[in-house]
């Protein structure tokens, strides 16, 4: 109010100004162009200002659906992320955000709604307390101008405080977002958790179809039946745009050999096709707009003034900045549990948490980016069909015996993410950024990714785009004898 106020002060002020001038005091034809589009410039920033205004208004109709307990609140920072008055848009600190995907059937809850009793399949519901199936902590920070996505599997294998050891995903349901946010914390060395969001599944559908769907790549066909969810899972490989009921296929899907792990990279690869063709300036305005849609799928302590101070923010930096990692860990072997487990890895956690999340390091280990002991793993995304193959492979040997040469001799070549690239990306798989430049500066072209879409084995993946061909003369000279 107090924007609205000064605002009409200011313009009163200038009326004033202007009856004094008396009428014989015209503005030239130039000034007037000048005061028209002085004032059309006006329009357009009040316009915007109302409409965020009026977002903030909209609070009316509260995010949390859960009702914490003061100790429970007490998990969470209750320090404010965004600034006051006309900076309430503004994001002031760096904050970490806990979201939660939630996957609930009928048997998930205790009393389950009255029309899902006679199906003869199990619907997913609108609740949030059952299994998380999706979990990611989420970096903003201002100061660096990074946003920072860490995926948590949700079979990863962890102490889950009161309830003993555990699949991570089962935090929610004994205790809710604080337990898991407490537990989530404990895994990763003390990190502290500003604040939480879960969204049903039901809602992630709602939420790609307000944002006008996403282009993206399948990997390959994925065709899936379970008739006891009537969850029908069928896409075909390409490059296509699909709608929130197709995507929400896409990021369900979990049965191919790398399980819920080649469902984390396909999550990765929605997320920054959805945020690198959506988080634009305009989208702030549309806020309002999509929250209505999926409102009712959405339980979260934070406010719509900290949620239109987060997208500002993400509207606003390099897309290079958006960083997306994963728990590093490795997959339980037959036998060694009770159960199928993402083992976490404790010593590249410490590491990752003290490079991309500011945790102090615990040690003064020399790291392990040294060329000799990083494993490279080479992709060839070219899009040669699987007969041409063997003789891409040995096309790759320039490039291979330059990586050699410069000290990398843990290299392996491995089954290629399926997605034609035009310019090679070298993904830094375990989060290690400065290791994947130095590969880049090395080899003379392809983009630094910072994400884990290559093969999980590597340290760095470099996934051969075409540009290799425009290069690969180069490096069959600068390696003869």
Same mark, same amino acid.
């Given at each position: 109010?107090?924007?609205?106020?000064?605002?009409?002060?200011?313009?009163?002020?200038?009326?004033?100004?202007?009856?004094?001038?008396?009428?014989?005091?015209?503005?030239?034809?130039?000034?007037?162009?000048?005061?028209?589009?002085?004032?059309?410039?006006?329009?357009?920033?009040?316009?915007?200002?109302?409409? =965020?205004?009026?977002?903030?208004?909209?609070?009316?109709?509260?995010?949390?659906?859960?009702?914490?307990?003061?100790?429970?609140?007490?998990?969470?920072?209750?320090?404010?992320?965004?600034?006051?008055?006309?900076?309430?848009?503004?994001?002031?600190?760096?904050?970490?955000?806990?979201?939660?995907?939630?996957?609930?059937?009928?048997?998930?809850?205790?009393?389950?709604?009255?029309?899902?009793?006679?199906?003869?399949?199990?619907?997913?519901?609108?609740?949030?307390?059952?299994?998380?199936?999706?979990?990611?902590?989420?970096?903003?920070?201002?100061?660096?101008?990074?946003?920072?996505?860490?995926?948590?599997?949700?079979?990863?294998?962890?102490?889950?405080?009161?309830?003993?050891?555990?699949?991570?995903? =089962?935090?929610?349901?004994?205790?809710?977002?604080?337990?898991?946010?407490?537990?989530?914390?404990?895994?990763?060395?003390?990190? &502290?958790?500003?604040?939480?969001?879960?969204?049903?599944?039901? &809602?992630?559908?709602?939420?790609?179809?307000?944002?006008? &769907?996403?282009?993206?790549?399948?990997?390959?066909?994925?065709?899936?039946?379970?008739?006891?969810?009537?969850?029908?899972?069928?896409?075909?490989?390409?490059?296509?745009?699909?709608?929130?009921?197709?995507?929400?296929?896409?990021?369900?899907?979990?049965?191919?050999?790398?399980?819920?792990?080649?469902?984390?990279?396909?999550?990765?690869?929605?997320?920054?096709?959805?945020?690198?063709?959506?988080?634009?300036?305009?989208?702030?305005?549309?806020?309002?707009?999509?929250?209505?849609?999926?409102?009712?799928?959405?339980?979260?302590?934070?406010?719509?003034?900290?949620?239109?101070?987060?997208?500002?923010?993400?509207?606003?930096?390099?897309?290079?900045?958006?960083?997306?990692?994963?728990?590093?860990?490795?997959?339980?072997?037959?036998?060694?549990?009770?159960?199928?487990?993402?083992?976490?890895? $404790?010593?590249?956690?410490?590491?990752?948490?003290?490079?991309?999340?500011?945790?102090?390091?615990?040690?003064?280990?020399?790291?392990?980016?040294?060329?000799?002991?990083?494993?490279?793993?080479?992709?060839?995304?070219? &899009? $040669?069909?699987?007969?041409?193959?063997?003789?891409?492979?040995?096309?790759?040997?320039?490039?291979?015996?330059?990586?050699?040469?410069?000290?990398?001799?843990?290299?392996?070549?491995?089954?290629?993410?399926?997605?034609?690239?035009?310019?090679?990306?070298?993904?830094?798989?375990?989060?290690?950024?400065?290791?994947?430049?130095?590969?880049?500066?090395?080899?003379?072209?392809?983009?630094?990714?910072?994400?884990?879409?290559?093969?999980?084995?590597?340290?760095?993946?470099?996934?051969?785009?075409?540009?290799?061909?425009?290069?690969?003369?180069?490096?069959?000279?600068?390696?003869?004898?």
């Amino acid at each position: 109010m107090t924007s609205q106020k000064t605002t009409a002060a200011q313009q009163r002020a200038a009326k004033a100004k202007y009856k004094g001038q008396g009428k014989n005091s015209r503005p030239s034809k130039s000034g007037r162009w000048l005061w028209f589009a002085v004032g059309m410039g006006g329009i357009a920033i009040v316009s915007g200002l109302a409409g =965020a205004l009026l977002a903030v208004s909209w609070e009316s109709t509260p995010l949390q659906q859960a009702q914490l307990s003061p100790q429970e609140e007490a998990v969470f920072d209750s320090d404010s992320i965004s600034g006051n008055g006309l900076q309430f848009s503004q994001l002031t600190r760096p904050v970490n955000i806990l979201l939660m995907g939630m996957s609930v059937l009928p048997p998930d809850v205790q009393n389950p709604p009255s029309e899902t009793k006679n199906l003869r399949y199990l619907p997913q519901i609108n609740s949030f307390d059952g299994l998380s199936d999706v979990m990611l902590l989420v970096k903003f920070d201002p100061e660096t101008k990074k946003v920072v996505m860490l995926s948590v599997p949700r079979d990863t294998r962890t102490q889950i405080e009161g309830h003993g050891v555990k699949k991570i995903n =089962a935090a929610n349901v004994d205790g809710g977002p604080a337990l898991t946010a407490k537990t989530v914390s404990n895994l990763l060395g003390g990190v &502290g958790i500003d604040r939480y969001v879960r969204i049903n599944v039901l &809602g992630v559908s709602k939420l790609i179809e307000a944002l006008g &769907g996403v282009n993206i790549y399948v990997p390959k066909d994925m065709k899936y039946r379970d008739d006891s969810q009537h969850l029908y899972i069928n896409l075909k490989a390409g490059q296509q745009h699909l709608n929130g009921e197709q995507a929400l296929q896409l990021l369900r899907y979990r049965h191919d050999e790398l399980g819920d792990i080649g469902r984390i990279q396909r999550q990765q690869t929605v997320l920054r096709a959805l945020i690198e063709q959506t988080l634009n300036p305009t989208t702030i305005t549309k806020l309002p707009d999509i929250l209505n849609v999926v409102k009712e799928n959405i339980d979260t302590n934070l406010s719509v003034e900290e949620l239109i101070a987060l997208v500002g923010f993400g509207s606003k930096i390099n897309r290079a900045n958006m960083q997306m990692l994963m728990l590093p860990g490795r997959f339980s072997e037959n036998r060694e549990f009770d159960a199928s487990y993402w083992v976490p890895d $404790g010593r590249n956690i410490a590491k990752l948490m003290t490079q991309h999340f500011g945790l102090e390091a615990k040690t003064t280990e020399t790291s392990f980016s040294e060329p000799g002991r990083l494993r490279v793993a080479i992709q060839d995304s070219t &899009g $040669g069909d699987s007969e041409a193959r063997p003789r891409n492979r040995s096309q790759l040997r320039p490039l291979i015996k330059t990586l050699e040469k410069a000290g990398y001799t843990n290299i392996f070549v491995s089954k290629p993410w399926g997605q034609p690239l035009d310019v090679t990306h070298i993904v830094a798989q375990q989060g290690d950024g400065d290791s994947a430049e130095s590969i880049r500066s090395l080899l003379g072209f392809g983009e630094v990714r910072v994400e884990s879409t290559g093969n999980i084995g590597s340290d760095i993946t470099i996934q051969v785009g075409k540009d290799w061909s425009q290069n690969q003369a180069i490096f069959q000279n600068s390696t003869r004898p």
